[in-house]
């Protein structure tokens, strides 16, 4: 598969990548808003990338794939462990949660 042709994983991928990735740009620009924002952001951010990784094959080419569609998506931006903080963030809530709280906790 080319780096854009996200048709050939079927089932109006394509279509529902694109909208993956638009959502995921909002996280962006939430981000991009500022403090208050931030948070809320990030994890929408990082949610949209666990459903898109989702519809890759895991290890090899799936990976490479997966790197193709952020880039040709734009959502490269945020380094690789941003983006990564971001997917575990919006796969675990609550040890995320956790983990305000105690940042918050620290900084008193």
């Known amino acids: 598969m080319s780096a854009t042709d996200f048709a050939a994983l079927g089932h109006n991928s394509t279509r529902e990548l694109d909208l993956i990735a638009g959502t995921a740009r909002r996280g962006l620009?939430?981000?991009?808003?500022?403090?208050?924002?931030?948070?809320?952001?990030?994890?929408?951010?990082?949610?949209?990338?666990?459903?898109?990784?989702s519809l890759f094959e895991k290890g090899g080419q799936g990976d490479k794939d997966f790197g193709a569609w952020k880039v040709a998506s734009q959502l490269g931006t945020?380094?690789?462990?941003?983006?990564?903080?971001?997917?575990?963030?919006?796969?675990?809530?609550?040890?995320?949660?956790?983990?305000?709280?105690?940042?918050?906790?620290?900084?008193?």
């Open 29 to 53: 620009e939430l981000v991009a808003a500022g403090e208050g924002k931030a948070i809320e952001g990030w994890q929408l951010f990082g949610g949209s990338l666990n459903i898109g990784r």
């Open 78 to 108: 945020p380094s690789r462990n941003d983006a990564a903080a971001a997917m575990w963030a919006a796969r675990e809530p609550e040890q995320f949660g956790q983990w305000v709280l105690l940042s918050q906790l620290a900084t008193v």
